[in-house]
């Protein structure tokens, strides 16, 4: 373990290390948007902050490239907070611990952020320095992208006059990313009137799965706290009577939920834990080669007067869990590996009356997101339940005549070797709002090496990190 500045290149890594001890989680974007200002200010730069706290920062080109036309680089300042259940961490108010574990950046006991904190690092890199060749720069910070892309979205365009723009938002080194999904937020609501029932409180729990990313990981196979819980409440209700409480799971919707628990009142304790545990152990057997490290477990509580949802509800919400769909709806045809259209189940909650579904959905068809949005309109409206959506963004087409593409190609083959890769992805990327804003705009989007994102194990690639810095520079030389 030791410090981040003493990695290569010195300045990124000194400048995430500053990142990360700077509270920067989804929402709470206010400390992370002044750190860029004042970052600015320091350096003579002219910066703009905009009311969605996205924040602008402007730097004349080098010389020989002062009439050159302008390059955006961006990233966005939130992060997908996760912990570990004995993490002490407030994110709200505190920073996160990175360390350096051989070759990667790891965080203790949390995920790390460097989706997307490294990709501003690097952008703040270049602004700070005075010897590495560019354009004009405009280096664009964005905020909330991880809940919805609301800092784009809410960008107006006319801060920005750059028709050109590497994004750094990717996770697999030698590959350009050069389309995206769309997607949008449809949240379920069960309402319900609480009513007071006797009897023992039990637990239900389920935890140590893997977890992951709703986009770039929904093909892997990883099993969804929420779902599975939904198939338990199923089997409990085989098992015996039991009146539910509440059941929670998740707390972001583009984060496939490692963990659910669900709190139940029961008459007869010692019978219903006994034969549900079987049940339950029979689950654990059948995930294991998916998730090798799942715990399914059965607890018993004091016996009480709790609030509990009415039967009918109960019954409703757990055939609900049965029938709803998540994760890959359909692959591509046109493109090989590709996940054309899916939806995760990210926040399953009960509070106040109230159970909420929260669904994230992905395609790279417009129509089909459509058509999967009303596929859960008609589920939601058989099973009694109000809706909202929000938080819809566009899709990034493939642009033919991409000079970036070519340049980062290039530059890829003379420092690296080989070819690099040309990809389409179904993780949401900014650049498809940018590219809906901006006419014209030619973009590309890389990254470093990143592993198990929105998770705690969450991890960079210190070498891929140098590689890709290596290559903004030589692309920006490029960008005459």
């Known amino acids: 373990m030791k410090n981040l500045s003493a990695l290569e290149p010195k300045r990124v890594f000194e400048y995430f290390e500053e990142i990360c001890s700077v509270p920067h989680g989804s929402g709470n974007m206010e400390q992370i948007s002044r750190y860029c200002l004042d970052f600015a200010k320091r350096h003579g730069l ?30 966005h300042l939130d992060m997908v907070c996760q912990k570990t259940e004995d993490c002490n961490i407030d994110f709200e108010n505190d920073g996160i611990r990175p360390y350096v574990d ?30 590495i060749a560019h354009p004009p720069i405009e280096a664009l910070f964005t905020t909330d992208e991880e809940t919805g892309m609301y800092g784009a979205m809410a960008l107006d365009a006319k801060l920005l006059s750059g028709k050109r723009m590497i994004n750094m938002d990717a996770e697999e080194p030698g590959t350009v990313t050069v389309s995206c999904a769309g997607g949008s937020n449809f949240l379920m609501t069960l309402a319900y009137t609480p009513i007071r029932v006797r009897g023992t409180h039990i637990t239900l729990r389920i935890a140590g799965l893997q977890g992951g990313h709703s986009g770039i990981e929904i093909h892997k196979g990883r099993v969804n706290a929420d779902m599975l819980m939904g198939r338990i409440l199923h089997e409990a209700r085989a098992v015996g009577d039991f009146r539910l409480i509440g059941v929670n799971g998740g707390d972001k919707g583009n984060a496939i939920p490692l963990a659910c628990s669900a709190e139940l009142v029961v008459e007869n304790a010692q019978v219903f834990v006994q034969k549900l545990q079987y049940s339950m152990d029979m689950i654990q ?25 009415p039967q009918a509800d109960s019954d409703k919400l757990s055939q609900l869990l049965l029938c709803a769909p998540c994760g890959v709806m359909d692959m591509s045809v046109s493109i090989e590996g590709l996940v054309e259209t899916s939806l995760n189940l990210g926040i399953l909650k009960t509070q106040s009356g109230v159970v909420e579904l929260l669904f994230t959905l992905r395609s790279n068809k417009q129509t089909a997101l459509d058509f999967l949005e009303k596929r859960l309109f008609a589920l939601a409206k058989t099973f009694g339940c109000s809706t909202k959506t929000d938080g819809h963004y566009p899709s990034w087409e493939y642009k033919a005549d991409s000079v970036l593409r070519e340049h980062y190609k290039a530059c890829y083959k003379d420092l690296c070797g080989g070819e690099a890769k040309v990809e389409a992805i179904h993780a949401g990327l900014e650049c498809g709002v940018f590219a809906s804003k901006i006419p014209g705009l030619d973009c590309i989007a890389i990254g470093p090496a990143l592993f198990d994102v929105h998770t705690v194990k969450e991890r960079l690639s210190i070498s891929s990190t140098a590689e890709t810095f290596a290559l903004v520079k030589q692309i920006l030389a490029k960008c005459k």
Do not use: C, H, W
């Open 46 to 75: 002219r910066a703009v902050r905009d009311a969605a706290n996205n924040v602008v920062i402007y730097k004349n080109g080098t010389a020989g490239y002062e009439a050159s036309a302008p390059v955006i680089l961006q990233g």
């Open 102 to 131: 051989g070759d990667f950046v790891k965080a203790e006991g949390t995920s790390l952020g460097a989706d997307n904190g490294i990709a501003v690092a690097m952008a703040l890199a270049i602004l700070a320095s005075d010897d």
């Open 285 to 309: 057997k059948e995930i294991i080669d998916r998730e090798p490290n799942a715990s399914l477990k059965v607890s018993v509580g004091e016996m009480g007067e709790f609030d509990v949802l």
